[in-house]
């Protein structure tokens, strides 16, 4: 039994131990990551998911560096977003460990000739099972961007340079 007990608190560790970070910015995975597709000659949907650990502000940032990238790698200077944004959604995961017994047993005996008489006393500890649930959010997003070339114009607040945001946000992303 306590080799049981011992198998599922390690493999408990094991997963805190390789989800137990927010996501960084990578392709998609396991623990989350960016995705994008084109969909026609200038049209991308580009997509960020974070893991319980990142912040609905680092997936935000992730989501706009990746636009960045993926409008130049296209070979275009700005894009547009056309529709999207962050959604966060809650998740609870509930655990529990078995209860268990434990005891002990002290005794005594004194013998007279032939005769023997003795006592014994056990005692135990009765510890019930225990449940824990961790409560978490998950961020993650998804925005369709035109690419466009030439300058930015100015009066499009949906508007973004590539380059620009590429060169500010890109010492921050990890």
Avoid: W
Wanted: net charge positive; hydrophobic share 30%; charged share 20%.
């Amino acid at each position: 039994m306590k080799r049981i007990i011992g198998l599922v608190v390690l493999s408990m560790v094991a997963v805190v131990v390789l989800i137990g970070c927010a996501t960084r910015y990578q392709k998609s995975g396991a623990t989350g990551g960016y995705s994008d597709a084109q969909i026609d000659a200038n049209t991308f949907l580009v997509e960020f998911r974070g893991n319980g650990y990142t912040s609905r502000q680092t997936v935000e940032k992730y989501l706009l560096f990746r636009c960045a990238e993926v409008t130049a790698e296209a070979g275009y200077d700005f894009f547009i977003t056309v529709g999207g944004g962050v959604e966060s959604k809650d998740y609870s995961h509930t655990t529990t460990t078995p209860g268990h017994f434990s005891s002990s047993t002290s005794g005594s005996a004194t013998s007279f000739g032939n005769m023997a008489t003795g006592s014994a006393t056990t005692t135990g500890t009765y510890t019930p099972p225990k449940t824990n649930t961790y409560n978490y959010t998950k961020h993650g997003g998804s925005v369709r961007i035109k690419g466009f070339k030439g300058e930015k114009p100015t009066d499009n607040q949906n508007a973004y340079d590539a380059r620009e945001i590429m060169k500010y946000l890109g010492p921050s992303i990890k």
